[in-house]
T-cell receptor, first 114, second 109 residues
Framework: GAVVSQHPSRVICKSGTSVKIECRSL??????MFWYRQFPKQSLMLMAT?????????EQGVEKDKFLINHASLTLSTLTVTSAHPEDSSFYIC??????????FGPGTRLLVL | GENVEQHPSTLSVQEGDSAVIKCTYSDSASNYFPWYKQELGKRPQLIID?????GEKKDQRIAVTLNKTAKHFSLHITETQPEDSAVYFC????????FGAGTRLTVKP
């Protein structure tokens, strides 16, 4: 099946710094990608929809100025957590749908903000 | 927007028994209903999906049923094995996907 990669897999940063997470579809093109956040023992919560060539669509309650999304190409979307704080510590997962709209998930990025 | 509810939150069965997880959704426009299995710290893995023009789909020990009128769909796992132990998520999609809260399935040997 299709493959989606995510980098980095794990990151530890100091409070106030910014962290960039990359999501790549390796063998297919994705005009849309999705970013989720998952807290321990909770479900995946959709944060935003990344659209190639246009602005991302954010879910209610998600600060677009804090979580910057850039869909640079048909195979790459980036999520930048700006001025990260301890409450931003979470598991961030991206997904990309193939032509049949089957979602393929990246391996996730575990962010720890100290 | 879409709201997906999932029950039960935890489920413990004996090896060999069947397990059933149920989900309801609110948006009648949803037309794609996947089920994911997630092991601790790993990405969700698609185990089966169903689209709105189909009522039931089966893949070996796993089956999913969909009732569009009632807006609910269910996952059935037969002959459960210890390796089936994981968290299972249902989802409903109109394009962007909404997940249920998850069900932690434990299969006791």
């Amino acid at each position: 099946g299709a493959v989606v990669s995510q980098h980095p897999s794990r990151v530890i940063c100091k409070s106030g710094t910014s962290v960039k997470i990359e999501c790549r579809s390796l063998d297919f093109q994705a005009t849309t990608m999705f970013w989720y956040r998952q807290f321990p023992k909770q479900s995946l919560m959709l944060m935003a929809t990344s659209n190639e060539g246009s602005k991302a669509t954010y879910e209610q309650g998600v600060e677009k100025d804090k979580f910057l999304i850039n869909h640079a190409s048909l195979t790459l979307s980036t999520l930048t957590v700006t001025s990260a704080h301890p409450e931003d510590s979470s598991f961030y997962i991206c997904s990309a749908p193939d032509q049949k709209e089957t979602q393929y998930f990246g391996p996730g990025t575990r962010l720890l903000v100290l | 927007g879409e709201n997906v509810e999932q029950h039960p939150s935890t489920l413990s069965v004996q090896e060999g028994d069947s397990a059933v997880i149920k989900c309801t959704y609110s948006d009648s426009a949803s037309n794609y209903f996947p089920w994911y299995k997630q092991e601790l710290g790993k990405r969700p893995q698609l185990i089966i999906d169903i689209r709105s023009n189909v009522g039931e789909k089966k893949d070996q020990r796993i089956a999913v049923t969909l009732n569009k009128t009632a807006k609910h769909f269910s996952l059935h796992i037969t002959e459960t094995q210890p390796e089936d132990s994981a968290v299972y998520f249902c989802a409903a999609s109109t394009g962007d996907m909404r997940f249920g809260a998850g069900t932690r399935l434990t299969v006791k040997p």
